[in-house]
């Protein structure tokens, strides 16, 4: 069974940072490339941030590029989202996942129960 456990959400301020911890379970987490996704009320979930397995190359989407970095840790399991300058529009619930070969697609159906980002203005 798949484990993804996201941690570190909260309210800040915009122009604030967070950074979201995401433990994996062994299995996925060596095997596959590792990913965000957000959800704001009332909107689909949206792709954020995608790592390589080796961690090697990172992806973001263009609402965050030069203010999020993804990073993993292979010796904890766990994949970290490190966001910077906030804004309002990046209010929504993160989570994890690992991903298909196209570096985009979650791998799992099943999502953990996510952490809840509010940022204000």
């Known amino acids: 069974q798949v484990q993804l456990v996201e941690s570190g959400g909260g309210l800040v301020q915009a122009g604030g940072s967070l950074k979201l911890p995401c433990a994996a379970s062994?299995?996925?987490?060596?095997?596959?490339?590792m990913g965000w996704f957000r959800q704001a009320q009332g909107k689909e979930r949206e792709f954020v941030a995608a790592?390589?397995?080796?961690?090697?190359?990172?992806y973001y989407a263009d609402s965050v590029k030069g203010r999020f970095t993804i990073s993993r840790d292979n010796a904890k399991n766990t994949v970290y989202l490190q966001m910077n300058n906030l804004k309002p529009e990046d209010t929504a619930v993160y989570y994890c996942?690992?991903?298909?070969?196209?570096?985009?697609?979650?791998?799992?159906?099943?999502w953990g129960q996510g952490t809840q980002v509010t940022v204000s203005s």
């Open positions: 790592i390589r397995y080796s961690g090697g190359s990172t």
């Open positions: 996942n690992a991903l298909r070969g196209d570096y985009r697609s979650p791998l799992y159906g099943d």
């Open positions: 062994e299995r996925t987490f060596r095997t596959y490339p």
